[in-house]
């Protein structure tokens, strides 16, 4: 009802754009029909990781900016197949799908690093966050002093120089033991829930799906406790991770993301902040950090 | 890696509680074992709604305090047996699982509503919002002057006296066409990702799932325009939708919820604000209306 009915309108409105209500906010749809070419941006191949699952490709941005060692440790285990076969391991409900050797906790059964480090200088902050570009949104935030964007990136500062990406809807983290300089990139999670913003700054972040959330987020719950699978046929076996430089052009995914220092981005932002049409009569006015969604697009179907 | 190891030593650490850290914070096993029976609340089998699906029960709770219309609606709808055989339609990603009469928007192959009403005044905020039990949270919120826990359900204030249900992980409401009167409880969404609380004030609230949402989110998400569906067979089929109080006490799911006025909710709202252990250096002092869990159990299990 709510949204086949609502479907029919927008489009109706769209097609008969004069008795729109001028009070009515543009969709997200009309707002991206008007970028232009140089507000979006192609990510660094170097940053394009490709996971491969039976359900299709997700697509991942490296942190390079916010945890260097850890996209280049990232970088060193794709480069030497060490995910190929690897598995979907735990998937917790309203918080993370993690992925990785499911032996991995076992020293004599673990997959070996190759050349990747085991252990990794903690990345969970900047503390020269001041350094990195800096969108800022007007609400506010519950956990940090301000919050915004960072090349796509969403981000939290203390007000003090500390900075640091946040773990909202898509976010990939890197999975340690209890030592902070323990995780080294070779088992990682996805946020799948509502923001688990008490992780911020206790993990690293090495990046953000930018494509296919919707493989990791549908994923059967597992029986165990923290959502690991009881029976290693639940796991989900991971075919190839491969970055996307070293896949040949023209077999990429082609992919641009929307600059988040951009008018139209400012302007989705605005949007979704006072939506008011025909369906929502009362405009939050406000918006968090974790409900504004980066957008992405194919540039071969331009539309 | 993160997980098992940490759970090993959580497991640890509590066969040995005189080795644990003393500024360590309780987990929230710990703190809801210590739970007096009276901090645990029975919910009445007239706002129990369980919803039969082939992969398990969902146990919706009713808000009949906020939305005494559409719960009388929806239990019109319930006895009369309507939802039998009504289906997923809808699963977007990050957003909600709606089900209903996939037909409902053909006035001409729509299943009858029976006796049940066809629209229902709004139901989405409460004027008199002062009147309701309120367990204020300490930390604020983006969207709303203060934000708390009324019998278990999330709620918002605006300072001025309304108050309502907000829209987070797990809460039911109700969909609508266009006008604001024309939602019935004859198609229900529940929320499956990053709270959308640009939903609230704009849809009445009809309750919230308080076990199976692991069912809920799990389903494929639609390949259609706001996740519908785009084939008939990808759809669930809802086998049953029965009230606790119709069904013979023996056969009712045992369930009851922690009191979110109690001291144990306060404890574990305190524990998730300032999470100090082994594995959490630095506590984010804070926390997000939506990011509370309301604990359920199984009393016939106590521990």
Redesign the interface.
């Known amino acids: ?7 029919a ?1 927008a489009i109706a409105l769209a097609a008969l754009p004069s008795l729109a209500d001028e009070a009515k906010t543009p969709t997200p749809k009309e707002l991206l029909a008007k970028a232009t070419p140089a507000e979006w941006r192609t990510p660094d191949p170097q940053n394009l990781v490709y996971m491969d699952l039976p359900q299709g490709r997700v697509v991942i941005e490296l942190a390079q900016e916010w945890s260097p060692l850890h996209a280049a440790n990232i970088r060193t285990l794709i480069r030497e197949h060490y995910f190929d076969g690897t598995q979907v391991i ?2 917790q ?2 918080f993370v799908t ?1 992925w ?1 050797d499911p032996d ?2 076992d020293k004599k059964k673990a997959k070996s690093l190759g050349t990747a480090k085991e252990t990794l200088a903690p990345e ?1 902050t900047r503390k020269d966050g001041k350094a990195y570009p800096f969108t800022k949104l007007p ?5 940090a002093a301000e919050v915004g964007f960072s090349d796509g990136f969403p981000v939290a500062r203390d007000g003090q120089g500390e900075a640091w990406i946040t773990h ?3 976010t990939v983290g890197v ?4 030592g ?1 300089e ?2 080294n990139g ?2 990682l ?1 996805a946020i799948i ?6 992780l ?3 993990l690293a972040v090495a990046g953000k799906v930018i494509k296919g ?2 493989i990791l ?5 597992g029986g165990e ?2 959502g ?1 699978y009881d029976k290693p046929a639940q796991r989900v076996t991971i075919s190839s991770v491969r970055l996307a430089a070293d896949v040949p052009e023209a077999q990429r995914t082609p992919i641009q993301v929307l600059r988040t220092d951009s008018k139209t981005f400012a302007a989705l932002v605005e949007a ?1 902040r006072n ?1 008011r049409d ?7 006015g ?3 950090l ?2 504004i ?1 980066v957008p992405v697009r194919d540039p071969s179907k331009k539309s």
Chains 1, 2 share one sequence.
């Not at 999975?175 to 209890?178: G, I, L, P, V, W």
């Not at 829930?193 to 008490?198: H, K, L, M, T």
């Not at 987020?217 to 719950?221: E, G, L, M, N, Q």
Request: glycine letters at 8%; charged letters at 25%.
């Open positions: 009802m709510l949204a086949r009915t609502c479907l309108l735990r998937v409900d309203n993690q990785g991995g906790d969970f609400d506010g935030d519950v956990y909202c809807y898509g999975a340690r033991d209890t902070a323990t995780g070779s088992s999670y829930g509502q923001a688990p913003r008490n911020d700054r206790n959330m919707e987020s549908a994923y059967p719950r406790p923290m690991f979704k939506r025909a369906f929502y009569t009362r405009p939050a406000k918006i968090d974790c409900n969604n």
